[in-house]
């Protein structure tokens, strides 16, 4: 498929009316995710030529980052969603057993039951948030390397654009 439209939209602010590119297409560099593009590598200020195909490979890395990123935040919700709800159920199960306790006249093996109960959701809610909060620090992480990875594809594709541009100056000029 083409490029998703959000990473059109950046190529289009690049290259404006002038973009003599033709669109990249990324579906087969999907796979390649975790290879960083040569281009990435260069040194800021390194003129030497750059090609479509690192220009790809830098998109494709950048758009795998966002949507990895994007999987690992919807991850984090859902098991904050799912901590939420083991406290309410947690909280719950605690106000039941201490309501039984303050009611009862003698202490009886189920009221102990019950108060474990209520410890081990409590426990279960803490370790879901822990595991909310990892996920989070993971969506951070990718999001802040996805934004590293995007400006590499946004200078790679300025190179490409430029050196199309100059290439194209050249032959008008014989």
Known sequence: PLLSGSSLARISILGGNKCVAPPLRTSHLRRLSNVRPTCASRAPGDDSIITEEEVELAVARAEDLWERALAARKKADEFSSMAEQAAMLSQNKAESASQEIGESKKFGLKMIAKSQMAMNSSMDAAKMLKDA???????????????????????????????????LDLSEEE
Do not use: F, Q, T, W
Not at 133 to 159: F, H, I, P, Q
């Open 133 to 167: 909060g990892e996920e989070s620090a993971r969506a951070d992480a990718l999001e802040a390397e996805a934004e590293v990875a995007l400006k590499e594809s946004e200078e790679a594709l300025e190179r490409l654009m430029a050196a199309s541009e100059g290439s």
